[in-house]
Nanobody, 128 residues
Framework: QVQLVESGGGLVQAGGSLRLSCTTSGRTFTFSRNTMAWFRQAPGKEREFVAAVGWSGISTAYADSVKGRFTVSRDNAKNTVSLQMGSLKPEDTAVYYC???????????????????WGQGTQVTVSS
């Protein structure tokens, strides 16, 4: 059974920072073979792509709305992926989900249907 567990969410004032982490586990899951991504879903909205990192940690991609403010990284030795969020805005308020998928071309990293495994999500609330 593959599990992705997010942590680090919470309430923060606008302009503040948060660091989300996602820990993965599972006998059939090889973390280093997976593209890891973060998506988010605000109330009444579709789940949207935030950031992704390739298996080596070198290639990354970001949504335009978070570029320059968020940084995604991974530690293949610890089977974790992180999302460092800075200069947070009220519009960043959402449930943030960690996702994993294999054999995803970089051109489709933003497509949520490409990912095989999802976490339960962690709430991030940014107050104005």
């Amino acid at each position: 059974q593959v599990q992705l567990v997010e942590s680090g969410g919470g309430l923060v004032q606008a302009g503040g920072s948060l660091r989300l982490s996602c820990t993965t586990s599972g006998r059939t899951f090889t973390f280093s073979r997976n593209t890891m991504a973060w998506f988010r879903q605000a109330p009444g909205k579709e789940r949207e792509f935030v950031a992704a990192v390739g298996w080596s940690g070198i290639s990354t991609a970001y949504a335009d709305s978070v570029k320059g403010r968020f940084t995604v990284s991974r530690d293949n030795a610890k089977n974790t992926v992180s999302l460092q969020m800075g200069s947070l805005k009220p519009e960043d308020t959402a449930v943030y989900y960690c996702a994993a998928g294999q054999a995803i071309t970089i051109l489709t990293w933003t497509v949520r249907e490409q990912y095989d495994y999802w976490g339960q999500g962690t709430q991030v609330t940014v107050s104005s």
